[in-house]
T-cell receptor
Framework: DTAVSQTPKYLVTQMGNDKSIKCEQN?????MYWYKQDSKKFLKIMFS???????INETVPNRFSPKSPDKAHLNLHINSLELGDSAVYFC???????????FGDGTRLSIL | AQSVTQLDSQVPVFEEAPVELRCNYSSSVSVYLFWYVQYPNQGLQLLLKYLSGSTLVKGINGFEAEFNKSQTSFHLRKPSVHISDTAEYFC????????????FGKGTKLTVNP
C-alpha cells in the first residue's frame, strides 16, 4: 500500500492553463505539506496544513491554491501556469510537528 | 530562521570505499536534523534523524551521522558504499519551536563507481 500517493505522476501542459495535483496519505497523519523541487534539485516548502488548517504559506504566488477537504488529502491547484512553474512537486505528511516526513513520488510538471 | 549548507554538490567514490557527506546548519534555536535520500525519479526517503539523546545516530542501509552542536554539523557517513547507494542526499533541519517545516540543503549527488 502506497503511504503518500500523488496523481498525476507527469503533467505536461501549456502556459496559461489551470491544473490540479492531488495528494492522499493513508498513514493517519495530521500534517501535510507541498514542496517544490526545481531543476537544480533544490527543495523548498510551499504550504503546510494541520488537520485541514493552513499553517505555512511560504510566499508562494497566489496562483497556487492548496485545498484540504479532509486531513488525508491535500490538493494543489495552479492557475495561469507560467514557464517558471516547471518543477517536480512533492507532497509529504507527518504525524505531528518535527516528526519525520513521508514523501510521495512527486509530480513532474512541464510547461510548454 | 534556519539554513543548511551541504558543502559538496557532487561526491564520486569507488565501490567499497568509505564516504562522508558534509552538512552544516545555522539556527538561533535548538533543531532537529534529518538526512533524506532521493533515488532517480523517486520521492525522498528518510535515512536517519536526530531528535535528542545520543549524538551518533544510525540509519538504514548502513548509514550513520553524528550531531556536533559546537560545530553545528551533522555529517553523514558510510564505511563501505555500494553501487546501489548512488543517489542524491539531502540534509534538512527543523526547529524545536514547532514551525512544522523542513529546510533543506541543496543536496549532494553521490556517485559510486565500480
Amino acid at each position: 500500500d502506497t503511504a503518500v500517493s500523488q496523481t498525476p505522476k507527469y503533467l505536461v501542459t501549456q502556459m496559461g492553463n489551470d491544473k490540479s495535483i492531488k495528494c492522499e496519505q493513508n498513514l493517519g497523519h495530521d500534517t501535510m505539506y507541498w514542496y517544490k523541487q526545481d531543476s537544480k534539485k533544490f527543495l523548498k516548502i510551499m504550504f503546510s496544513y494541520n488537520n485541514k488548517e493552513l499553517i505555512i504559506n511560504e510566499t508562494v504566488p497566489n496562483r497556487f491554491s492548496p485545498k484540504s477537504p479532509d486531513k488525508a488529502h491535500l490538493n494543489l491547484h495552479i492557475n495561469s501556469l507560467e514557464l517558471g512553474d516547471s518543477a517536480v512537486y512533492f507532497c509529504a505528511s507527518s504525524p505531528r510537528s518535527n516528526q519525520p516526513q513521508h514523501f510521495g513520488d512527486g509530480t513532474r510538471l512541464s510547461i510548454l | 530562521a534556519q539554513s543548511v549548507t551541504q558543502l559538496d554538490s557532487q561526491v564520486p567514490v569507488f565501490e567499497e570505499a568509505p564516504v562522508e557527506l558534509r552538512c552544516n546548519y545555522s539556527s538561533s534555536v535548538s533543531v532537529y536534523l534529518f538526512w533524506y535520500v532521493q533515488y532517480p525519479n523517486q520521492g525522498l526517503q528518510l535515512l536517519l534523524k536526530y531528535l535528542s539523546g545520543s549524538t551518533l545516530v544510525k540509519g538504514i542501509n548502513g548509514f550513520e551521522a553524528e550531531f556536533n552542536k559546537s560545530q553545528t554539523s551533522f555529517h553523514l557517513r558510510k564505511p563501505s558504499v555500494h553501487i546501489s547507494d548512488t543517489a542524491e542526499y539531502f540534509c534538512a533541519v527543523s526547529d524545536h519551536g514547532g514551525s512544522e517545516k523542513l529546510v533543506f540543503g541543496k543536496g549532494t549527488k553521490l556517485t559510486v563507481n565500480p
